[in-house]
């Protein structure tokens, strides 16, 4: 008997990355489309897994925030959303009614927190959390194999962290419109380009802008470990491609935990295991829970 086929999608805010796979090493097509505006989007999603089907099942990573109770009227739907236009969006209603089959949905950094758990980084950890550092920030956790939800999805790019000396010498504001100093308003690409003018990997090794980004997300990372103590933490994302950043995150993690934790940061703190596979996996995670 052959396996089931699942369709993949990968809702981000600049592009949907849409894929038909098998399993993790099974990937059998891929695409992506543009993120312009649902009418124009969600068709083009929908017409491009039908036309790869049919289909078992599907999964949905994406960006949010968005409602992940299937219990809840507006399951599937984006909710309120800067992304002009698609606030309150039905991601997973089209899908259903064009290709007929179950529909698994989560964020993107939860579905990338299940794939790095499944077939990752995180492979036999009790606890796995991912970020990512990017144009914005979140963070997802799988506990025990499952999913972290309370009444939404976690919102852990909007963590407070310890203001950095730096930041309160120049009196930074943050970029974050709903909090000004959170982890996203601090430590986010747009935070580093708001304040140097250039992206981290841009700045010279010896600029305070490394010691200074480093240090908020070693502040997410021993605030994640107080909650957790999960046996990985996946940092992904634009702002982690920089050079030497991660081993920075463990050293000042290191320093802020001060030998406490039963994790080490220099062992806990990775970067993804699936590489920029996180997240259409993530949704292959996604489309077989679905499914079973
Ligand atoms: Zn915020």
């Known amino acids: 008997m052959s396996k089931p086929l699942y369709g993949l999608v990968e809702a981000g805010g600049t592009k949907f990355v849409l894929g038909v796979a098998r399993g993790p090493d099974e990937i059998v097509a891929t695409t992506r489309i543009a993120t312009t505006t649902p009418a124009e989007t969600i068709p083009a999603m929908c017409d491009w897994l039908a036309g790869h089907g049919p289909l078992a099942a599907v999964g949905v990573a994406t960006f949010g925030p968005v409602e992940v109770d299937r219990c809840a009227p507006l399951w599937g739907h984006i909710l309120a959303t800067p992304k002009a236009g698609w606030s309150n969006t039905d991601l ?13 949905l989560d964020t993107d950094v939860t579905a990338a927190a299940l794939a790095e758990y499944r077939w990752g980084a995180g492979q036999g950890q009790p606890a796995v959390l991912y970020f990512t550092i990017g144009t914005g920030i979140g963070g997802g956790a799988v506990i025990g194999g499952n999913p972290l939800a309370g009444v939404s999805h976690p919102e852990m790019g ?30 986010s690409g747009p935070a580093v380009l708001a304040r140097y003018g250039l992206s981290l990997s841009d700045l010279p090794q010896d600029h305070e802008g490394h010691a200074v980004i ?34 920075r995150v463990r050293a000042e993690a290191e320093t802020l935990g001060n030998g406490y934790f039963r994790g080490k940061a220099s062992e806990i703190v990775v970067l993804p295991g699936l590489g920029d596979r996180s997240g259409l996996l993530g949704a292959l995670a ?3 829970a679905a499914l079973s």
């Open 214 to 247: 480093a240090s908020y997300i070693a502040h997410a990372v021993v605030t994640a470990q107080a909650m957790f103590e999960p046996g990985r933490i996946v940092l992904g994302g634009g702002v982690m491609a920089t050079p030497g950043l991660i081993e």
């Open 92 to 104: 997973v209603g089209p899908l259903v009614a064009r290709l007929g089959c179950p529909v698994g």
């Open 158 to 187: 909007h963590m407070r962290p310890l203001l950095h000396p730096a930041d309160v010498a120049s009196g930074f504001a943050g970029v974050c419109p709903f909090h000004g100093t959170c982890l996203e308003g601090l430590a």
């Open 286 to 288: 996604l489309a077989e």
